[in-house]
């Protein structure tokens, strides 16, 4: 059978455990499902929400270019991601991914190596807007996100 693969762009929440069902329904061949959801943080009770831009089109693209990327190292049955845009409230919903495999191991780095480029490479802009008024502004990425790349670099698909 082949993998499954879900890249979706949207304003709304979205439900992970429906997510994870989905990805093992009907398939006797997965054996684990890992699961990552990126929340909106706070950030010390500053923030009030998080904007983020995308250009519609070219962001479900490059998304859809790590996930078959992440197919292609690990021997996966599935593969979910979805990105929210707009205006995400703290504790609201950011991101999503899961990934599926027959083994833990493959669908824990097929996750974590997703997430880490969806964090330095992923094309979505992100304003801060604080609860007091003050300046907030678009966020920079972060330098331990780009280093966080690194160790990806000659990994191989494994059998």
Do not use: Y
Request: negative net charge; contains cysteine.
């Amino acid at each position: 059978m082949s993998p499954v693969l879900r890249v979706i762009v949207q304003p709304g929440p979205f439900d992970a455990e429906a997510e994870s069902r989905q990805l093992s329904a009907g398939r006797a061949d997965v054996g684990a499902i890992v699961s990552f959801t990126g929340l909106c943080r706070d950030e010390d009770g500053r923030l009030e929400a998080l904007v983020l831009e995308h250009f519609p089109g070219m962001a479900e693209k490059e998304l859809e270019r790590i996930a078959r990327e992440a197919l292609e190292r690990w021997p996966l049955t599935g593969l979910t991601v979805i990105h929210r845009h707009g205006r995400i409230l703290p504790g609201e919903q950011i991101v999503l991914v899961t990934a599926a495999s027959r083994h833990r191991r493959a669908a824990f780095e097929a996750a974590d190596f997703l997430m880490d480029f969806l964090k330095s490479r992923a094309p979505f802009w992100k304003k801060e807007i604080l609860r007091e008024g003050g300046p907030g502004g678009w966020v920079a990425a972060k330098a331990e996100d780009e280093a966080a790349l690194d160790r990806w670099n000659g990994v191989q698909p494994k059998a």
